[in-house]
């Protein structure tokens, strides 16, 4: 707690000397630079979370959940440090299967045909640093890839990788920190609507091909890089020129306030 503290502390007298000086003319400061700092301090953060903080032992936990006769779930996931990987592979009757550090704490319920899953670190509050990475807070699992699913992950100051290809996927909701975030959405999932908040975040999202996509994007002081080579920009928004006839597509909106976010 003490480092994220500090680590906010100096950014906000950073930001701010920098913002008092080229509002008194004395030196000129545009938002692409400040932030491009902000986002050079912010990965220095992590690299220190991530090599140099001391590493404390967190036990390993194996874990899965069984699928039952749900025929589709909703799966919500709380991370807030360390790494989270995710992807599809879980046995055919299991709704998920991984190997979690720091343990697993999770709570189902059967509502009709759907299985509700929530799922968070044993035991743990909200970690805001990555500090914390030291400790082994790391995800590795696997979710269904036959059962329809609706993925809520809340993620914090840490690293996540979705990788949702092979999973069918209909309606995803991210919501992340001062994080690094990579996304790779479903190939064959008919539908997917997804929904990416990020604050301080570097982001990445691929959209596999063969997959078409609307995407609107709103950033306060954000970077957003959209490849319009496959989807061009239309008005407001971006689209693919086969997006209202193609079988697989992602209707996507993106809402961030600073770091960086590119489609692709």
């Known amino acids: 707690m003490k480092s994220s503290s500090v680590f906010w502390a100096l950014a906000l007298i950073l930001g701010g000397a920098l913002l008092l000086l080229n509002n008194l003319n004395i030196v000129s400061v545009s938002w692409g630079v400040f932030w491009s700092l902000f986002l050079v301090a912010l990965g220095l953060w992590f690299l220190w979370g991530a090599l140099v903080a001391p590493r404390r032992p ?5 874990a899965s959940i069984p ?8 799966v919500k996931i709380e991370h807030g440090a360390g790494t989270l990987n995710l992807a599809g592979g879980a046995p055919a009757d299991r709704l998920m299967a991984g190997r979690f550090g720091g ?3 999770y709570r189902t319920n059967q509502n009709g045909d759907e299985l509700e899953v929530k ?6 509050g909200w970690f805001i640093g990555p500090w914390n990475w030291g400790r082994g807070l790391n ?8 059962v329809p699913l609706r993925l809520k992950v809340e993620a914090g100051a840490n690293q996540t990788d979705l990788d949702l290809t092979d999973l069918k996927v209909t309606e995803l909701k991210l919501s992340t920190g ?4 990579t996304v790779t ?10 929904k990416i908040e990020a604050g301080a975040a570097a982001v990445k999202i691929h959209v596999p091909g063969g997959v078409a996509a609307r995407i609107r994007a709103k950033g306060g002081l954000a970077s957003i890089d959209i490849d319009e080579t496959r989807f061009p920009r239309v008005g407001d928004e971006y689209r693919s ?15 961030t306030g600073v770091g960086a976010v590119r489609v692709s």
């Not at 959405?185 to 997804?194: I, S």
């Open 58 to 62: 967190v036990e390993m936990q194996d």
């Open 67 to 74: 699928l039952g006769s749900a025929g589709r779930a909703y």
């Open 103 to 105: 343990g697993l704490d």
């Open 119 to 124: 799922m968070r670190i044993s035991g743990q």
């Open 139 to 146: 995800w590795e699992m696997q979710l269904n890839n036959d």
């Open 178 to 181: 001062a994080s690094s975030t």
């Open 185 to 194: 959405l479903p190939a064959q999932a008919g539908l997917t609507t997804a």
């Open 241 to 255: 020129p086969d997006y209202d006839t193609a079988a697989n597509k992602v209707e996507m909106r993106i809402e």
